[in-house]
């Protein structure tokens, strides 16, 4: 059965993940990963998260799949060391000399072979069979059949994994030059500033000083942003391809958006596993994804030519966000507990989001702040504060609510 496996940007969200049903977890250290602007995790946070996870029979998997520079290899070696000490489960990794210091220094520490390594082909993966990569992580550029004739063609103890859900990159698997170029922030070495999500107008030579948008639209023109991989009506299809992880993209993302995609994966996948025969399609699983920030919906490169990377025009689809994190509930008065992360006014209905089961949903009365006192509205990051609640909540449970 493949893993679903999710990403994290911090521990918060690597508990989230993990609660809400994902088998592992990806995350960035204190070095040598693709997401330099990410919260990352300290020493102190990556054996802990591997703690959480291994108490729970989850794994971690830390990214290291910057293309480096001579100096970003100062530390490489006690580094690696620290990993192999706190016993997470592998590493991800694209650069050769990563590669042979791993190898040659923890010998016993999987390797996953990440997507910027660009990985197309089956003459590719059992070149990187044989050099000690245990996983690979396919390209996003691979259609289905593609995908199933590299299957066929390389030993079954070669783990594949595919990318299932989240953003794409304009350029080929995130090797990309354009943030380098207009900002100085390599990509490659995990400061990409997203240039393609810029709105750009067009100029022309001999007119210069008018500036043109390429598409008349209130919004403005996206012209090199790619619309958001979504494979969740396609569960079935990815079963097909004998892979060994279904991988979300997201390190950047919220804890609203680790929830609700792993939740919906959770539940497709789960549900296919029960019934092949009669599995059919949710809606419900959906209107979870559909709930978080994201650009339009597609399936990027699984179903060949006619299907290539797609542009988006517009901005994010934002129609929900997250407002709280149930802390605690007293079930006799009927008062949770719950720590803020968007501002939430009395009175206000919320969804309620676990785990397992469906969204309910309720409406917040009564609300006070931890001294006692009777507050209309929660302005203050984070802060926590008690609400009445028309049905019963559990910790760990998220609310969230419409934007208006």
Not at 303 to 328: A, C, H, P
Not at 373 to 388: F, G
Request: proline share 3%; aromatic share 12%; with cysteine.
């Amino acid at each position: 059965m493949p893993e679903i496996l999710a990403p994290a940007g911090n521990i918060k969200n690597l508990k989230v993940a993990i609660d809400f049903g994902a088998d592992a977890v990806y995350i960035g250290g204190s070095k040598l990963n693709l997401r330099a602007f990410a919260d990352n995790f300290s020493d102190e946070d990556l054996k802990e998260a591997v703690d959480y996870a291994h108490e729970r029979n989850r794994k971690v998997y830390v990214t290291l799949n910057v293309f480096p520079h001579e100096d970003d290899l100062n530390g490489l070696e006690d580094y690696l060391l620290n990993l192999e000490k706190i016993n997470v489960d592998a590493i991800i990794v694209s650069d050769p000399g990563i590669i042979m210091t791993a190898r040659d220094l923890v010998p016993n520490l999987n390797l996953h072979l990440s997507t910027q390594a660009n990985n197309v082909n089956h003459k590719s993966a059992i070149f990187w069979y044989k050099n000690g990569i245990k996983r690979i992580v396919l390209a996003r550029e691979m259609s289905f059949q593609e995908i199933k004739k590299l299957r066929e063609n390389t030993p079954m103890d070669l783990e594949l994994e595919v990318f299932v859900h989240g953003s794409m990159c304009m350029s080929y698997s995130g090797r990309c030059l354009l943030s380098n170029y207009m900002t100085g922030r390599d990509s490659n070495r995990g400061e990409c500033t997203q240039p393609c999500r810029y709105k750009y107008t067009l100029v022309e030579e001999k007119r210069p000083g008018e500036y043109f948008d390429i598409i008349e639209d209130d919004r403005g023109s996206y012209i090199l942003s790619s619309k958001d991989l979504c494979m969740i009506e396609h569960i079935p299809e990815l079963m097909e391809l004998s892979v060994s992880s279904f991988k979300i993209e997201g390190r950047m993302k919220s804890s609203f958006y680790v929830s609700t995609v792993v939740k919906a994966y959770r539940e497709a996948l789960d549900s296919y596993l029960e019934n092949l025969k009669e599995y059919k399609f949710n809606k419900k699983w959906m209107d979870y994804l559909n709930m978080n920030s994201h650009r339009e919906f597609f399936t990027g490169f699984y179903f060949g030519e006619d299907k290539k990377q797609t542009y988006y025009q517009e901005s994010y689809i934002r129609n929900y966000e997250i407002v709280g994190i149930v802390k605690s509930y007293d079930p006799v008065n009927k008062i949770a507990k719950i720590e803020q992360r968007n501002k939430l006014f009395e009175g206000d209905k919320v969804g309620v989001l676990r785990p397992i089961g469906d969204v309910q949903y309720t409406t917040l009365k009564d609300l006070y702040n931890d001294l006692n006192e009777k507050i209309n509205s929660t302005p203050n990051a984070q802060m926590e504060y008690y609400a009445r609640t028309e049905i019963e909540v559990l910790p760990k449970d998220i609310l969230f609510k419409q934007k208006a």
